[in-house]
C-alpha cells in the first residue's frame, strides 16, 4: 500500500496535461555553418538586454523544432571555467522554462498563414544565440527574469 501511494505521488504530474517543459538535443543549435551567420552582422539582428545579448536569424534549419538554441559566456567576462559552467545551466534552464511561449508564436503564425489548424510545424524557424555579457554570475531569478524579458521581445518580433 505504501509503495503504491509512493508511486502515484512521484508521477502525480504525469496524470495532468501541463505542457512539457524539455530541451532536447535538436533544439541545441551546432550547426558551424549557421553560427557563422549569426556572426555576420548583415544576416543577422541583435538586441541587447542586459545582461544577455541576442543575436538571431530567421532561416531554415534541419529540426522540427521553431527554434534552435546556443549560450556563449566570453572567458573575457567570467574568467573560471566553473562559474561559466553556471552560468550556462542556469541560462539554459531559464530557457527551458520559458520557450513555450515562443513556440506559441511561431504554431499560431502558421495558423493564420495557412488558415487551417495543423499539428504544430513551424513554417518560421529561427537561431537564437545568448551571449552573456555580465561581469560576475548573476542570481537565478534575476537571469530567469532577464530570459523572459528577452523571449518576450521576441515574440513581440514575430506576432504581427
Known amino acids: 500500500m505504501v509503495a503504491i501511494l ?3 505521488y512521484l508521477n502525480r504530474n504525469m496524470t495532468h496535461d501541463s505542457p512539457r ?3 532536447h538535443k ?3 543549435l551546432k550547426s558551424t555553418k549557421i553560427i557563422d551567420q549569426l556572426f555576420d552582422k548583415r544576416q543577422s539582428k541583435s538586441k541587447v538586454i542586459y545582461p544577455f545579448r541576442i543575436v538571431w536569424l530567421e532561416t531554415e534549419l534541419p529540426t522540427p523544432f521553431p527554434a534552435q538554441f546556443m549560450i556563449s559566456v ?3 567576462f567570467i574568467p573560471k571555467a566553473h562559474n561559466r559552467n553556471f552560468i550556462k545551466r542556469h541560462v539554459r534552464e531559464a530557457y527551458r522554462q520559458n520557450k513555450h511561449r515562443l513556440y506559441a508564436i ?3 503564425s502558421l495558423q493564420e498563414k495557412e488558415g487551417e489548424i495543423s499539428d504544430n510545424v513551424p513554417t518560421i524557424q529561427i537561431a537564437l544565440m545568448f551571449i552573456y555579457l555580465g561581469r560576475e554570475p548573476l542570481p537565478y531569478s534575476m537571469i530567469y527574469g532577464k530570459m523572459r524579458a528577452c523571449l518576450r521581445f521576441l515574440c513581440k518580433q514575430y506576432d504581427r
Open 6 to 8: 509512493l508511486f502515484l
Open 21 to 23: 517543459f524539455t530541451f
Open 26 to 28: 535538436a533544439e541545441r
Open 74 to 76: 566570453p572567458k573575457r
Open 106 to 108: 511561431f504554431s499560431n
